[in-house]
């Protein structure tokens, strides 16, 4: 019997292939020989009582033959060692087969080692045989070393004494000595003084006389300067000016002035290029140019000042204009003028007389005029904007819209109709349709039984409309056109 492993309690990729012998003959069963069903697949836990596996097995087709797969649940591999057998009920299709299945990776399973974890944790009780000492801490395992290289070690409180031979060269470099390995703890207490006398009382390095009158004089000096100045520099708040500072300072403030081009608002000529003169993003440049650049022929303040004087002339000119009737105003008046008025009318001065009255105009009025000929131009080009508009809405020109308006009135006209359907006609429909109306009432069928007046349709069988008609003392009175239903 074939024998798997399997982790504990994991049905998840548990799942086992395997062929199965068609019962009498040499070939695999495929799923044409054998329909598994309860009953055929029984399974024990650790030897227990054997009972019905879970899900019945599949067949896999491969190629010509045929592998049978066996799923498993969590539940199903609870256990150390599960048998599973194979048994046909009477008239076998397969023959008898089965295989088991070891679990591990859980104290509970057969083997308590997982094989699904890349790093195992490993608890050491030996070496070669031996009991391995106790842990001082847990987790690190304590070694006991009593030879080196064959030889018997000398040990101090657990401290290996070694006696090194010879070094090889470059084998001590900064790079090798642990960051504070070496502090004033790990030197002896006279090893400052060897130093001092290394460094100063070599003949070859510093002279002792000198470094003492520097420390006698100039140290105390510095010292002493330092602290008049005080913490940052609290000592030189009173400092007194001094007059030979004047020209260095004028000549720094000078070219700051420069550099920021403010020597070119009153004293220097400004730059031919207004541009490299005034920043465009400055506070001037904002004020002075609108982007288009600054021309102080036509955007400089006196001009702007007189352009503002012609322009209230102009603005009172127009509003004289402004004043003048309308189209509508004049054809009022016109209406009930009398006589003396068509003679001034008639009197106006011709196109001619216009012109040579125009020669010896002065720019106000001609300034005026020309207002009055724009305000005709701005208007023109409004209609043509709202005209245009109205034929891009309506995806035409503007013969094609006057075609198409002067059509849909002649198709109103020659065009045939429909007769209007059963119904009680509409309270004020449009010229067409109520003219449809009176031509069906004229030409079909209509009948009175002395009560009401039937309308018929063209068919002369379908009542569209109808009309009580009632007497009472010599009057007769016909009701209102209601539906025929």
């Keep these: 019997m074939a024998s798997y492993q399997r982790k504990y309690a994991t049905g998840t990729g548990a799942d086992i292939y395997i062929n199965i012998p068609k019962a009498g003959s040499a070939n695999h069963a495929i799923s044409a020989d054998w329909s598994p069903a309860a009953g055929d ?34 539940s199903e591999l609870t256990c150390a060692f599960l048998s599973v057998t194979v048994s046909d009920s009477a008239t076998k299709a397969v023959d008898d087969t089965g295989f088991s299945i070891e679990t591990y990776g859980n104290a509970s399973a057969l083997h308590a080692f997982d094989l699904d974890t890349a790093l195992q944790s490993v608890s050491v009780t030996q070496w070669l045989g031996q009991a391995v ?19 018997a070690g000398t040990f101090a409180s657990g401290i290996p004494e070694v006696k090194v031979a010879s070094l090889a060269a470059g084998s001590i470099t900064a790079g090798v000595i642990a960051d504070a390995a070496i502090d004033a703890a790990t030197f002896a207490a006279d090893v400052d003084a060897e130093i001092l006398s290394y460094v100063i009382d070599d003949a070859t390095r510093i002279d002792a006389s000198a470094l003492n009158t520097a420390s006698v004089t100039t140290i105390p000096a510095i010292l002493t300067d330092t602290a008049e100045i005080g913490a940052a520099g609290a000592g030189l708040s009173a400092v ?9 300072v004028e000549s720094e403030a000078t ?84 006589d003396a008025v068509l003679t001034a009318i008639n009197d106006l001065p011709t196109n001619a007389e216009l012109a040579t009255a125009l020669g010896t105009a002065d720019d106000a009025v001609l300034s005026a005029i020309a207002a009055v000929d724009t305000k005709i131009d701005t208007i023109d080009n409004f209609l043509d904007t709202e005209i245009a508009d109205i034929l891009t809405d309506t995806g035409t020109t503007l013969d094609d819209f006057i075609d198409n ?24 429909p449009d010229l067409a349709t109520k003219i449809d109306y009176l031509y069906k009432w ?7 039984d002395g009560t009401v007046t039937n309308y018929y349709a063209d068919n002369g069988t379908t009542v569209d409309q109808k009309q009580t008609t009632a007497e009472s003392g010599g009057t007769v009175t016909v009701g209102e056109m209601a539906t025929g239903l």
Excluded: C, Y
């Design 41 to 74: 697949v029984k399974i024990s836990k650790d030897g227990a009582a054997a009972g019905n596996i879970g899900t019945l097995p599949t067949a896999i087709a491969m190629g010509n033959s045929t592998i049978w797969k066996f799923v498993f649940t969590d």
């Design 255 to 338: 070219d700051a002035l420069v550099a920021q081009n403010l020597d070119h608002l009153v004293k220097i000529a400004v730059d031919t290029n207004f541009a490299t003169t005034v920043h465009a993003d400055s506070v001037v440049g904002q004020i002075a140019d609108n982007g288009a650049g600054f021309d102080r022929t036509t955007d400089s303040l006196e001009v702007l000042r007189d352009s503002l004087a012609t322009a209230t002339a102009l603005a009172t000119a127009q509003t004289s204009i402004d004043d003048l009737p309308t189209n509508a105003e004049l054809s009022t008046a016109l209406g009930t003028a009398d």
């Design 405 to 428: 308006e002067i059509a849909a009135v002649l198709a109103l006209l020659d065009d045939a109709r429909t007769e209007p359907g059963q119904g009680a006609p509409p309270v004020n």
């Design 442 to 448: 004229a030409r079909n069928k209509k009948d009175n």
């Design 133 to 151: 000492a106790a842990v001082t801490v847990n987790g690190v395992p304590e070694v006991d070393v009593t030879h080196f290289n064959g030889a």
């Design 240 to 248: 007194p000016w001094n007059a030979s500072w004047d020209a260095e």
